[in-house]
């Protein structure tokens, strides 16, 4: 007899009063003595099962008051509704057989500290949960892939290993390179900058590294970016990109994982709802704003994860700020002609206090400008060979922009820390598990 899934009887797919079988793991066990009740979990969803005492044989019924929380379990029985139970069926066990038993799951207690869950990470994994935002987070890629390919983009593969810094160097992990000196990658810009000119418009989504000592509740050494990079695109195109991107994935998640909101609380209108055009104020707008707020910022500031929570705390709509100063932004971004000093640049912060999500530019075309900036910031111009190669050949209008996937998952779920956002994550403090 073939395995059933969960999700496709719940669904309906398969009718009830019929024989199934089912594998998975004890998510949660009540023992009311002749009666045992067993939530079954599999990939897909929860299965209430049970045995009975004089209905169920006496040797599977043993085997079912034994059954531990998340020991494996191959269940067969019969199919039927009920009512009181999550997802509206049952199944009355037949036959069961414990593959691999689970003794004192170190999780079982309903609650944990942070740093004990953090610690057992491979098996908070499966709690419901976090089995929720792991979906979600697979949602906003499909989101994102179906997304670029709808406007002609082509998916492209950078590497991670590589010999120069895009965001600056404080934030560089090295690594050796044989008897040579590397670096994780920070961005995949510089790369996705040369494959425009193969291409014209791509993506990418991969792992960016950040050598931050700052233990802030959004911050990764460790997180998936997800870059593109359009030729002939100046930056207001740039921008309106990256809102029609943002609105699409909200939008596709709200409309398709309405039972994972729900497990947060969160009301899908409040992704669904997402639409160009989100409202912008430039650099010097926002450090005049945050003067009335009372912080002691001064034009030529950056702003850190307080002054953002301060921009946007009182916002339901993502808001871009523009025209940072050229002093505090990457060598690669352009001056702005119309207000000189600053740079044709954008970061995309999201509302309620969550603060930066993109950062997207304009990228600067001349060549000696270029060369300039590289050697204002200490880096050598030999290193930067290849790139600059990009102004020499067939030089090109073009932009561009980075989105942290972890920061995007964190506001939508109303996450309170960036460590959930995914599976297994990398912070100054912690490499294990
Ligand atoms: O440094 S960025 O602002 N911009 C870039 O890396 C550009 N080179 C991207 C591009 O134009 N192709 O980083 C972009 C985004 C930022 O807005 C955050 O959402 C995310 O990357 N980011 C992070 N997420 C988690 N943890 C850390 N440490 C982190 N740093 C940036």
């Known amino acids: 007899m073939p395995f059933q899934h969960v999700k496709d009887i719940l669904s309906g797919k398969l009718n009830g009063n019929r024989r199934v079988k089912l594998r998975g793991w004890v998510y949660l066990k009540r023992d009311l003595g002749d009666l045992q009740f067993i939530l079954l979990r599999d990939g897909t969803g929860v299965m209430?099962?049970?045995?009975?005492?004089?209905?169920?044989?006496?040797?599977?019924?043993?085997?079912?008051?034994?059954?531990?929380?998340?020991?494996?379990?191959?269940?067969?029985?019969?199919?039927?509704?009920?009512?009181?139970?999550?997802?509206?069926?049952?199944?009355?066990?037949?036959k069961i057989e414990i593959v691999g038993s689970s003794d004192n799951y170190p999780l079982a207690k309903k609650s944990h500290g942070v740093e004990f869950l953090m610690d057992n990470r491979h098996l908070w994994l499966r709690s419901p949960k976090q089995r929720c935002i792991l979906r979600v987070r697979e949602g906003v890629v499909d989101a994102a892939r179906e997304f670029f390919?709808?406007?002609?983009?082509?998916?492209?593969?950078?590497?991670?290993?590589?010999?120069?810094m895009v965001e600056g160097?404080?934030?560089?992990?090295?690594?050796?390179?044989?008897?040579?000196?590397?670096?994780?990658t920070q961005s995949s810009q510089l790369y996705l900058?040369?494959?425009?000119?193969?291409?014209?418009?791509?993506?990418?989504?991969?792992?960016?590294?950040?050598a931050e000592k700052s233990r802030t509740r959004r911050h990764l050494t460790e997180y998936w970016h997800l870059?593109?990079?359009?030729?002939?695109?100046?930056?207001?195109?740039?921008?309106?990109?990256?809102?029609?991107?943002?609105?699409?994935?909200?939008?596709?998640v709200g409309e398709n994982y309405q039972e994972e909101l729900e497990t947060f609380n969160i009301d899908p209108k409040r992704?669904?709802?997402?639409?160009?055009?989100?409202?912008?104020?430039?650099?010097?707008?926002?450090?005049?704003?945050?003067?009335?707020?009372?912080?002691?910022?001064?034009?030529?500031?950056?702003?850190?994860?307080?002054?953002?929570?301060?921009?946007?705390?009182?916002?339901?709509?993502?808001?871009?700020?523009?025209?940072?100063p050229i002093e505090i932004k990457a060598f690669y971004m352009k001056e702005d002609p119309d207000?000189?000093?600053?740079?044709?640049?954008?970061?995309?912060l999201l509302p309620e206090g969550y603060g930066e999500v993109i950062g997207g530019s304009e990228r600067e075309t001349g060549y000696e400008k270029l060369?300039?900036?590289?050697?204002?910031?200490?880096?050598?111009?030999?290193?930067?060979?290849?790139?600059?190669?990009?102004?020499?050949?067939?030089?090109?209008?073009?932009?561009?922009?980075?989105l942290g996937i972890e920061r995007l998952i964190m506001w939508m779920l109303k996450l309170q820390h960036i460590r959930e956002a995914i599976p297994f994550p990398r912070t100054p403090d912690r490499i294990y598990p």
Not at 66 to 84: F, M, P, T, V, Y
Not at 169 to 184: E, H, N
Request: with cysteine; net charge positive.
């Open 48 to 94: 209430q099962t049970v045995a009975r005492k004089g209905v169920t044989n006496p040797e599977a019924f043993e085997k079912a008051r034994k059954a531990a929380q998340e020991s494996s379990l191959i269940i067969e029985g019969s199919l039927k509704k009920e009512k009181r139970a999550p997802g509206g069926f049952e199944v009355l066990i037949e």
């Open 149 to 164: 390919r709808r406007e002609d983009f082509v998916e492209v593969h950078p590497p991670m290993l590589t010999s120069s």
């Open 169 to 184: 160097g404080a934030t560089l992990f090295q690594v050796k390179y044989f008897d040579r000196k590397a670096y994780l």
């Open 193 to 210: 900058e040369a494959l425009i000119f193969s291409l014209e418009k791509v993506w990418c989504l991969a792992p960016s590294f950040r």
């Open 227 to 252: 870059e593109a990079e359009e030729a002939w695109y100046g930056n207001e195109e740039n921008i309106k990109l990256q809102e029609k991107l943002v609105s699409f994935i909200c939008n596709k």
């Open 271 to 324: 992704l669904c709802t997402v639409k160009p055009p989100f409202k912008r104020m430039r650099y010097e707008e926002a450090v005049s704003k945050l003067q009335r707020k009372g912080f002691n910022v001064k034009y030529g500031d950056d702003f850190g994860s307080r002054e953002e929570r301060a921009l946007t705390i009182d916002i339901k709509k993502p808001l871009f700020v523009t025209n940072y």
């Open 339 to 348: 207000n000189p000093g600053t740079v044709l640049c954008n970061d995309l």
């Open 371 to 402: 060369v300039k900036r590289i050697r204002e910031i200490g880096e050598s111009v030999e290193n930067y060979k290849w790139y600059l190669d990009l102004r020499k050949y067939g030089s090109i209008p073009h932009s561009g922009f980075g």
